[in-house]
């Protein structure tokens, strides 16, 4: 079950009328638990702040990060360290984590190229067609499975960021 709060701000201008604005925006998601969560749909927010533009995204009560560059569109979530909680690359429900101008697509898990979810996935696909698999940061698809890197066609592979062989 999904529910949108809307928090109602009250305020009297100099005319003397109260006049009724909305100051902010919650969605939420009920648990199985019976507990309300922040969340909505990968890229919109959870949280709004009408006046002060404050946005904040969450996923099943996650808190990440949406990050505008010139070249891209990134998704960010916090990760714990024991030297500092840090933002860091990281697909959410297999969203790519980068989303390039130019159509390419990356996942990663906590900052490295990663596909996890959807096990034999790409972890890049490029706006051309071309594919390259990666798991923990190194090229890596198993030989059973096929090659870990595809330009156009050319095939190479690769297991634990070694590479193995290449087909032309």
């Known amino acids: 079950m999904y529910c949108l ?17 909305p100051s902010s925006k919650t969605w939420t998601k009920k648990t199985s638990e019976n507990i309300f969560i922040k969340h909505r749909k990968i890229l919109k927010p959870a949280y709004e702040h009408i006046k002060g533009g404050v946005k904040e995204w ?3 009560g996650r808190e990440y990060q949406i990050v505008e560059t010139e070249f891209s569109t990134e998704i960010r979530s916090f990760v714990f360290t024991p030297q500092a909680i840090e933002y860091k690359l990281n697909s959410i429900a297999d969203h790519p984590s980068v989303i390039y101008k130019n159509g390419t697509k990356e996942w990663h898990c906590f900052g490295f190229l990663s596909r996890t979810l959807v096990l034999d996935s790409p972890s890049v696909i490029y ?11 190194k090229r890596h698809r198993l030989k059973t499975n096929g090659p870990a890197v595809i330009y156009g066609n050319k095939q190479y592979w690769f297991e634990n960021g070694e590479f193995q062989k290449c087909i032309v």
């Open 127 to 137: 706006a051309n067609g071309d594919k390259e698999w990666w798991q923990h940061g």
């Open 58 to 60: 969450f996923y099943e």
């Open 5 to 21: 709060t809307v928090s109602i701000f009250y305020f009297t201008p100099a005319n003397g009328l109260i006049v009724r604005t």
